[in-house]
Every structure is written in structure tokens, then in C-alpha cells.
């Protein structure tokens, strides 16, 4: 299973299930919902966080182990 | 009439706020919170006035903070002083589908509602339209075209809030409560007497964070939710999903989506690839934090000089022209000496914050957020901690107050513990002159001076043990708390100017109505401390020293008169009443003085030192400083007093030691309680003892 941490810099996917609940409920409100594309757009130069860009309108920057609870297709 | 503000972070709510309000606003606390309440006053257009909360950003009515908390709370709560009669929604227009899930929730508790649709020219930048009139026939209630970053479209927002709380509008949503849960909310809805049944179900899914609710109303919605097998989370994820789902079908009709344009990232993307660069990313982030130390130290020393002038020579006016008395004496040296010391950070907290703001406002904040988060984590903070501990090696009280940004309850609590850590401007005074003393005047392979060196090595002793107490911290404190990292990264934006300026008033404000209270109370308690002592020893110090130095004029005489009551003063013998417990730190009885009245501001540590050791006024720059301490011997050994341990021992004690009153003043406001600066003051002090002792007896 991949999730967003799998995304390589550029790489693009669409969010399919959130593993962690509580934290897909905040997601959810701030717009990634199942079936949305996002992008991976930076990784911090030390590997963590990440910056992904939600459906190329807004941008989110999350840890890495909040991006390994967001399953991409 | 109460309105409120409410809308996403980042929608431009507080740039609505203040152009509704101008300068007729105030910030208080919302009531048992920590949480700033920016509450204002508008004409509008019947030319009554009303009244303007800024309600905290938050992207729905669940609550991960304590500012999204009280959002929570005051709309929920009908009898909360803060209730609106209205609501107006601030929306970013560019990113609609995020912003209407908040305005279909805040409809949905009945209160009614206008909808401002603003940064339209932005969302048309990127080739996204928005049919206005057909949004409002859509959703029933009054829509208002806004720019609040300039200011357009006010008087429109006006004639609107005028009209909508004459005829209040609220628009229907899509059903978002299932049938079983229906007589549960009935239920709830009558016992508290709510608008709806959705405010019922929040009083059911979210009981614990209404703390407006007693007990036995919590036992009552507890008994309730228990029957209904009530699962919160799976409620909240299903309405949002169909808020979506809705909001979604609303927009298909009103918006018209520019294909080619539609990338509204580019450029921010671009900018963040030189920005969050692995090597680029943090010479620029050195760069800036170069520049602004660069302009804090020199360019604040301007004013500051002015204020510390204006206020010498305020006292020596009205010391001139009052008759002298013990009540000038209070005024000048005591009260006005005083609030000269509130006054004089003034310059330093705007330009740091003029700084802090043009950053956030620009959006570059949350990639500094981004760029140090994994780094410091380790020592039990958070990417946010960064701007508050840099903001420290200017001044501790404003850099305090920035860590408001840290959403995390225990993050934020670390980093105010441990940002005293960091060498502040008002140590280099301190620093300066004993390094002066004690480190040679020589150059490291002719190129570094030892002295820059051994500042240098001051300030990075702090910072490391700024990491190493949240390190400890991280360890000791618990928490149940659950916060995400997760944050939304602005666009790179133009500062707005008008913005900046709000912001530096407010965090002046705050400085000096707050902090400023203890600051003047205690230079009063202190000035009483010095200028009196009991008995003979205080009252006939004048007449002792003009007996012991017959043949001085009376300029002369002044110092040592001013020496020897300082010494017979209570805080002289206080000084030496503690000096058995500094004796192992290497210091006298008269360093002793100078510890003590330091602990109002380290600053006066130079300035106590001065008179103790009776160097006139006239003269007191820092080289006659130096000599006076380098001669100055003590009686019982014969040694110099400023010896290298000493003086080292002393370096060491000011890079830990708590003594500002202003910090405790500033850690007690932001954490509401007395224990937080209790236990600092007691730890910082404890590492400052011991520390000193180490050196002393190792150089010893």
C-alpha cells in the first residue's frame, strides 16, 4: 500500500483512506478528502516535513509520520 | 449588537477587522482562556454603532486548538457574552470549496449569517470566476463582494450587516443528521433551549470541550450520547463529507474554472525551490536572521538612546523645579525611573516585530516553520519554536509573546521556559564589561579577538542550554493533548503594510499595559529598598562621609555620600544578609547589592556597580568602569575582588539567571498562572548557582 511518504519530489496521487482517524478528520476539514489528487511538491532538507499541494489549489506541509497515514492510489 | 468575524486562517478576516474598526479596538482575553479576543466597534450604516469580534481562524466548528476552541464556544454557548446576533463569513474566494464547509456549519447553529467573498482578484488571477448574485439566490442569505486587503467594498459590507440584522437570513443546508439521531437531539435541544438540532448534536459530539457546561448538564448529554451509541468521530467525518459533497453541487452552478490559468501555485512553488532548498534554504534563512539583528541592534539604539535621555533629563527638570523631598524622589527615581524602563524596550519589540510580521505576512514564516521543524523537534519543540527563541537574543518579552503561534499547549509551554535561555540584549552590558576585564585583548591567529570569541561562546551556551532544558522538559512534562503538524502553507504575498503596523501596535500595547504594571510596581519597591535603611547607620551617612574625607568639594563628596547610604540601605544590608550564600560564587557583599538590584532588569547591573563602587555620574563610561573594578581589592584577602574566577563565575551566573521581571511578567500573562514563572525562576536560578559555583571553584 502507498501512501503519500512514498511520493517521490514532483510525483503525483489521489488520496484513497486515512489510517489515522483522528487525523484524517483534520484533513478532512482542511479539504483532502478520498479521491483528491495531490502532488508532493518539497521534502525539508532533512527528510521531514513534507510540503504537498492539494488538488494544485493550496499547500499543506506535514510531517512524515502524518504522510504515512494518507493512502494514495 | 454583536458581530463576528469568522472565517479560515489566511482569508484575510483580520484585514477585514481592522478596516471595519480602524482604531477603535481592543484586545482582551476571552473569558478563563489564554486566547486573545480583538473585539471592535463600526458604525454602520444607520449610523448606530456595533460591535466587532475577530474571532479566531479555524476551517470548522472542531476544535484542534485553543483558539478554535473558543470559536466553538462562543457559538454554541446562546449565553455567552460574546454571542453574535450575526455572523459574517470571510471566504477566500480563490479556494471556496475549503472556506464554505466553515459557512455551512456556522448556518447550520442558527445564527444567522453574510457571506463576504473576498480576495476575488486573486481567485481571477488564476482564471477563477465567481457568479455572485446567483451564490446568493442559491444560499438564501446576503453575499458582499470584499478586497480587505484594500479596503474595497467596506461601505457594501456595511449596508449589509445593516440590513441583514434588521432581517435576519438563514440559509438551509443539506441534512446532515440521520434519522435515529433525531430524538436525541430534540431532546438536548429543549433541555438548553438551542436554535437547532446540529448545535444539539455538538452539544452531544463535543461535550467535553464545552466547558461553559456544569456537571450535571455533562452527565445529562453523557447519559444521552450512551444510548445512542453516539460515535463522534464517524458523525464528524460524514457531515463533512456531505458538506462537500453539497457544497460541491453549489459551486458546479456559480464558479467557472479557467483551465489554462488555473494554477495558482507556480510561482510559490518556484519561490519555494530556492526557499526550502537543502543548502540555499538555510543561507537565506542565516541571511535574513543576519539582517534583522543587524537592524534591531543599530537601528533600535536610536530611539532607545532618546527614550533613556528624555527620561534623564525629565527627572532632572522636575528634580529642578520641585522642592526636594522624599515624594520627588518617588516620582523621579522610583516611578518615572520606573516606566522609563518599561518605555525603553518599546523600540526594540516594534522593530522585531515589524520584522516578525513583514515574514508572516509574506508567507516566508511557515517555510522557516518547515526548514527547522525536524532539527529542534528533538528537544521537545516544534518548527514554530524558531521564531521565538531567534526573537530572544533581542529581548525575551516580545519573543514570549510570539509564541502564541505554537498551537500545541506543551510545545508552546517549553519554549516559553526555556527562550529566558538565550542571551538577550540587555546581557551584553553585563558581558561587555567583565570580558573586558578578564579576557585579553589579543587575537586568536591574528584574526578573531578572544573577547568577540568569548561573547560568541556566552550566546551559544545559551542556545545550547535552551535545547538541552526543552530536552528535559520534553521528558518531564505530560500531556493528553493531541495536535497535528499538519498546516496550510500561504502563498507568497506582498506584505501589507497597513497589517504590519497593526500588528506593532498591538504587541506594543500589550507590552506596556500587561507587562508594564509589575515592571513599575516592583522599580518602586526596589527604589524604596535603596533609598531607605534603619537607623543611625542610613541617616548619618551623609555627615560619616564628610567627616572621613574632609578637603572634598561637595561634587566630589556626592558619590561617596550616595555609596555609603546605597550600602546602609535595607537592599545593602540585604546584600550583605545573602552574602554567605554568594561567598561560594565568589562574590562580595557589594556584588551582593548589585545581584539584587538586578533582578529588576540585568541592566542595572552596571549601573549598581557604578555607585556601589561611588563612580560619579559624570564619568561613568565603561574604561573608568574597568579600572575601578580591576583596583578594587578585597579587604580580607588582599586579592583583586574581580579576579579571573570571579568574574567568570559571574559571566556564567547572568547567561542563566532569571533576573528580569519583565520575562515574569510576560511568562505569568501568557500562561495564566503563577507556577510556570515560579518554576522558571527556581530553575533557572538553581543552574545559574550552581553553574557559577563550578567555574568559580575550577578557576579557583
Redesign the interface.
Known amino acids: 500500500m502507498k501512501s503519500v511518504a512514498d511520493l517521490k519530489e514532483g510525483e503525483k496521487g489521489v488520496i484513497s483512506a486515512f489510517l489515522d ?11 483532502c ?1 478520498p479521491g483528491t489528487e495531490v502532488t508532493l ?2 521534502k ?6 513534507y ?1 504537498i ?1 492539494v488538488s ?8 512524515k509520520s ?1 504522510a504515512i497515514t494518507i493512502l494514495i492510489d | 449588537m454583536i458581530v463576528a468575524l469568522i472565517g479560515n486562517p489566511n482569508c484575510g478576516k483580520s484585514s477585514l477587522f481592522n478596516h471595519l474598526t480602524g482604531l477603535r479596538q481592543k484586545i482582551g482575553n476571552f473569558p478563563g482562556v489564554t486566547v486573545d479576543k480583538k473585539v471592535g466597534f463600526c458604525k454602520i450604516s444607520d449610523g448606530s454603532d456595533i460591535q466587532v469580534i475577530d474571532l479566531p481562524g479555524t476551517y470548522s466548528l472542531y476544535p484542534n486548538s485553543l483558539d478554535e476552541q473558543v470559536v466553538l464556544e462562543v457559538l454554541t454557548n446562546q449565553n455567552h457574552s460574546d454571542y453574535p446576533d450575526l455572523a459574517v463569513i470571510v471566504v477566500d474566494s480563490s479556494n471556496l470549496k475549503r472556506n464554505l464547509l466553515l459557512f455551512e456549519e456556522v448556518n447550520d447553529l442558527g445564527i444567522p449569517t453574510v457571506l463576504a467573498l473576498n480576495m476575488l482578484d486573486v481567485a481571477n488571477e488564476i482564471g477563477i470566476s465567481v457568479n455572485t448574485p446567483k451564490l446568493e439566490k442559491i444560499l438564501g442569505i446576503p453575499v458582499v463582494e470584499v478586497n480587505a486587503r484594500e479596503g474595497i467594498g467596506l461601505e457594501g459590507l456595511k449596508l449589509t450587516i445593516f440590513r441583514a440584522l434588521e432581517k435576519k437570513q438563514i440559509h438551509e443546508n443539506v441534512e446532515v443528521i440521520s434519522e435515529e439521531m433525531k430524538p436525541a437531539a430534540k431532546a438536548v435541544k429543549k433541555r438548553f433551549s438551542l436554535k437547532t438540532d446540529y448545535a444539539a448534536l455538538h452539544y452531544l459530539t463535543q461535550t467535553d470541550k464545552l466547558t461553559f457546561l456544569n456537571s450535571e448538564e455533562k452527565k445529562f448529554l453523557g447519559k444521552i450520547s450512551g444510548e445512542l451509541n453516539l460515535d463522534a468521530d464517524a458523525f464528524q467525518a460524514k457531515e463533512v463529507m456531505d458538506r462537500y459533497k453539497d457544497i460541491g453541487v453549489t459551486l458546479s452552478q456559480v464558479v467557472e474554472i479557467e483551465a489554462e490559468k488555473h494554477n495558482s501555485l507556480t510561482l510559490t512553488q518556484k519561490i519555494d525551490n530556492v526557499l526550502i532548498h537543502r543548502f540555499w534554504g538555510y543561507v537565506i534563512f542565516l541571511g535574513i536572521l543576519f539582517l534583522i539583528f543587524q537592524s534591531v541592534f543599530t537601528l533600535a539604539n536610536y530611539p532607545m538612546d532618546l527614550i533613556d535621555g528624555g527620561i534623564a533629563s525629565l527627572n532632572d527638570f522636575l528634580k529642578s523645579v520641585l522642592p526636594e523631598s522624599k515624594i520627588t524622589d518617588l516620582l523621579t527615581d522610583g516611578l518615572i525611573a520606573g516606566i522609563g524602563g518599561v518605555v525603553i524596550f518599546i523600540p526594540q519589540i516594534a522593530f522585531l516585530f515589524a520584522f516578525i510580521s513583514i515574514l508572516e505576512e509574506s508567507g516566508y514564516m511557515a517555510r522557516v516553520v518547515v526548514l527547522m521543524d525536524k532539527l529542534i523537534r528533538k528537544f521537545g519543540m516544534s518548527g514554530k519554536s524558531v521564531v521565538p527563541l531567534i526573537s530572544s537574543m533581542a529581548c525575551t518579552v516580545p519573543a514570549i509573546m510570539s509564541a502564541r503561534t505554537i498551537g500545541n499547549w506543551k510545545d508552546r509551554l517549553i519554549t516559553i521556559m526555556v527562550t529566558p535561555l538565550m542571551s538577550c540584549s540587555a546581557r551584553l552590558p553585563i558581558y561587555t564589561i567583565l570580558i573586558a576585564l578578564v579576557v585579553p585583548d589579543d587575537k586568536l591567529f591574528g584574526l578573531f579577538g578572544f573577547q568577540g570569541l568569548a561573547l560568541m561562546g556566552l550566546y551559544l551556551l545559551g542556545f545550547f542550554s535552551a535545547l538541552v532544558g526543552g530536552w528535559f522538559l520534553k521528558k518531564i512534562l505530560k500531556t493528553n493533548e493531541r495536535t497535528f503538524f499538519v498546516m496550510e502553507l500561504p502563498t507568497y504575498k506582498k506584505p501589507r503594510w497597513k497589517q504590519v503596523g497593526f500588528t506593532i501596535l498591538e504587541k506594543v500595547k500589550t507590552f506596556v499595559f500587561e507587562a508594564g504594571k509589575v515592571i513599575v510596581a516592583i522599580s518602586i519597591i526596589l527604589w524604596v529598598l535603596a533609598s531607605y535603611g534603619p537607623g543611625e547607620g542610613f541617616s548619618k551617612a551623609e555627615e560619616r562621609v564628610a567627616a572621613q574625607n574632609i578637603g572634598l568639594t561637595t561634587d566630589q563628596l556626592e558619590p561617596k555620600i550616595a555609596a555609603e547610604k546605597l550600602q546602609n540601605s535595607y537592599a545593602g544590608l540585604f546584600g550583605k544578609f545573602i552574602e554567605p550564600a554568594i561567598k561560594p560564587l565568589g562574590y562580595d557583599w557589594k556584588i551582593g547589592i548589585a545581584l539584587i538590584t538586578s533582578f529588576a532588569a540585568r541592566e542595572v547591573f552596571v549601573g549598581t556597580i557604578s555607585t556601589i563602587y561611588s563612580i560619579g555620574a559624570e564619568d561613568a563610561d565603561d574604561s573608568t568602569i574597568k579600572s575601578r573594578l580591576k583596583n578594587e581589592i578585597n579587604p580580607e584577602t588582599g586579592e583583586p575582588v574581580f579576579s579571573v574566577a570571579t568574574s567568570y563565575s559571574l559571566l556564567i551566573f547572568y547567561v542563566f539567571a532569571m533576573m528580569c521581571m519583565s520575562t515574569i511578567a510576560v511568562v505569568y500573562r501568557e500562561t495564566k498562572s503563577w507556577k510556570w514563572p515560579i518554576i522558571q525562576l527556581i530553575y533557572m536560578s538553581a543552574l545559574a548557582y550552581v553553574s557559577a559555583f563550578a567555574v568559580y571553584w575550577f578557576l579557583k
Open positions: 482517524n483522528k487525523l484524517a478528520l483534520k484533513l478532512l476539514e482542511m479539504g478528502l511538491d518539497h525539508a532538507p532533512l527528510g521531514c516535513p510540503c499541494s494544485e489549489d493550496y499547500q499543506l506541509s506535514l510531517r502524518e
